[in-house]
């Protein structure tokens, strides 16, 4: 199963290593965007329209595919900010490939971490989710006033490293998440 979701894989990869060079804000970067980000949205609105959402495995490769995407959306304000030091670009690309690397060759275990599926495994499941709560925690939990604050405190170089590295991590984690459903595609016949 593996080999058929690799190019959704790669897709999205291929499109954040093209993204590296790209100042901060880039119409080009916005058109490049939307064209990736339209197709998945008339997928989805056709399996809606044509009733074809029924089918487990169109749904699973539409959500596969929405997370992945969405994983590459918050690792990109991290390579973007590193855009002198293109070592530190490519070895945060290489992380981002090898944590989904061995996300995929461990999807199984993954899944049931992710799902909490096995009792053996739910204090990974809690260490899982932990993550997501710090990274959402350290970031001001929401409130939108919490990066003015840390910038006051700090200055502004120092709140784009910070609130870039906790996305970065989420996108990792997001990647986690898209990756270890792979593992129940196994099911789709």
């Not at 990736?36 to 329209?49: E, S, V």
């Not at 918050?74 to 944590?99: D, H, M, R, S, T």
């Amino acid at each position: 199963m593996t080999r058929q979701t690799t190019p959704l894989m790669i897709g999205p990869i291929i499109f954040g290593a093209l993204m590296l060079p790209v100042p901060y804000f880039s119409f080009a970067y916005l058109w490049l965007t939307m064209i990736l980000l339209i197709p998945a949205f008339l997928f989805a609105f056709y399996l809606d329209l044509t009733g074809k959402n029924r089918s487990d495995k169109l749904r699973g490769y539409a959500g596969y595919f929405s997370l992945l995407l969405l994983s590459i959306f918050f690792g990109l304000p991290g390579f973007k900010l590193y855009a002198e030091y293109p070592i530190l670009q490519i070895l945060i690309l290489v992380l981002y490939v090898v944590v989904l690397a061995i996300t995929t060759k461990f999807n199984i275990v993954m899944k049931d971490i992710v799902l909490g599926k096995r009792d053996e495994l739910r204090r990974y499941t809690f260490v899982y989710y932990g993550i997501a709560v710090f990274i959402v925690l350290a970031g001001g939990g929401g409130y939108f006033k919490a990066a003015e604050i840390f910038s006051s405190f700090f200055g502004h170089n120092a709140t784009m490293s910070y609130f870039s590295f906790l996305l970065l991590m989420f996108s990792y984690w997001l990647g986690v998440l898209a990756q270890s459903s792979i593992g129940v595609f196994t099911k789709f016949k």
